[in-house]
């Protein structure tokens, strides 16, 4: 059979993709946060049929150390993909696309995370997907920024990411799996709170003015994405007691 995109059909008649969504619309998010006893911090998280797993350590002593710096803790973000976690196995060990997505991942938390206030030290973040269908770097970001919350980690806020991208002709928000193969573009996006955007890749092609309109569409995606990061966090912290609400 043939893979070419020009053959797929992304939409139905009532212009709903192939899992049912809107266009504008993401995928079911679940979050579980602190479900890791021996990481400072920890979040599992499920988007559509992606699950990952994030763990952070520190801030601790940065080894070996000439990676120390004198007036700030250094982050290290490790993306990994276990090999059960795709359709064909995911060859073990570090890749050039887990050495990238982990480089790019680090520079996303990079302008928030209060990394002053710990000098010579290390802030570990490790992403594990267990199962992958389009959208694992951002889903990894997704639980990375509340597994740091988790942490104590003072950060200026939440980091939440969203894909972005072109099928059929369509601009759509987090691409699933076929969406990714065969459509036109797709665009990984990772957001601030208040709105700074910390992570833009860019795989296919799209006119300025479809550009325009896809960074449009994922600063909505990524919203959505940070209210549910906050209902979780407000589950677990509120949930568990470690959050007076109330102001004396
Ligand atoms: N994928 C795979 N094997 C690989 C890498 C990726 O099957 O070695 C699949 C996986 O489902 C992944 C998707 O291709 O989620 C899209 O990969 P991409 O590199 O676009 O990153 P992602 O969208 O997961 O951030």
Not at 56 to 70: D, F, L, N, S
Not at 124 to 137: C, N, P, Y
Request: proline share 5%; aromatic share 6%.
């Amino acid at each position: 059979m043939s893979s070419n995109q020009n053959d797929v059909v992304f939409f139905d008649e009532n212009g709903l993709r192939t899992d049912g969504r809107r266009p504008d619309e993401i995928r079911p998010m679940k979050i579980k946060i602190g479900v890791l006893s021996r990481a400072n911090g920890s979040c599992y998280l499920e988007w559509g049929a992606n699950k990952v797993l994030a763990a952070v350590y520190g801030p601790r002593e940065a080894h070996p150390k000439r990676t120390q710096r004198a007036g700030q803790a250094i982050i290290r973000y490790r993306y990994n993909m276990q090999s059960f976690s795709v359709e064909d196995r995911a060859r073990p060990g570090p890749s050039r696309r887990s050495s990238e997505i982990s480089k790019v991942s680090r520079e996303a938390f990079e302008p928030v995370v209060l990394t002053d206030a710990y000098p010579k030290a290390a802030i570990d973040i490790f992403v594990e997907v267990l199962q992958a269908d389009a959208g694992t770097r951002t889903a990894a970001i997704n639980a990375a920024s509340l597994a740091l919350v988790d942490a104590g980690i003072p950060i200026r806020g939440l980091v939440s990411a969203c894909a972005v991208g072109k099928v059929g002709g369509k601009i759509v928000l987090d691409l699933n799996k076929p969406e990714d193969n065969y459509g036109e573009a797709d665009l990984p996006i990772a957001m601030t709170e208040d709105g700074k955007i910390t992570l833009v890749q860019m795989d296919g092609h799209l006119t300025p003015s479809e550009f325009e309109e896809a960074m449009e569409l994922v600063q909505k995606g990524c919203r959505q994405v940070l209210e549910i990061q906050k209902a979780a966090l407000m589950e677990k912290f509120v949930a568990d007691g470690n959050f007076d609400e109330t102001v004396e």
